[in-house]
């Protein structure tokens, strides 16, 4: 049983075949996004791209880079280490319009039920 799981994904030891587990376990992680993604589109009745989208983004991509490291192969580091910082850009652009958007929301001192002018 072993030597056929082995055979099938050309690992050589359970070390290897823990690091594909967790390389699968990763592209599973990022393809969710897309799932994700096209159920919001779906409900919104157009195309539209969740926050929970960049979340996985950034998770599957993490994941994906560590598996990418160990494999020591370049051209999947390059990709996944250029994806993570577009993750980590968009994510942070939408905390800051958050924070705008609560400052806007927020009375200023003596108006009552007024947003910042």
Do not use: H
């Not at 897309?34 to 969740?50: D, H, L, N, T």
């Amino acid at each position: 049983m072993k030597e056929t799981i082995f055979a099938l994904l050309s690992i050589d030891t359970w070390t290897e075949f823990w690091w594909v587990v967790w390389g699968l376990s990763a592209q599973a992680l990022f393809a969710a996004r897309f799932i994700v993604q096209w159920i919001a589109s779906e409900r919104a009745g157009k195309s539209y791209v969740p926050v929970a989208f960049w979340y996985l983004s950034m998770c599957g991509g993490l994941t994906l880079l560590s598996y990418a490291i160990y494999r020591q192969d370049i051209v999947f580091i390059l990709g996944q280490s250029i994806g993570v910082f577009v993750y980590a850009r968009n994510l942070a652009l939408i905390r800051k319009e958050g924070r705008i958007r609560a400052l806007d929301e927020t009375p200023a001192p003596g108006a009552q039920g007024q947003g910042r002018p």
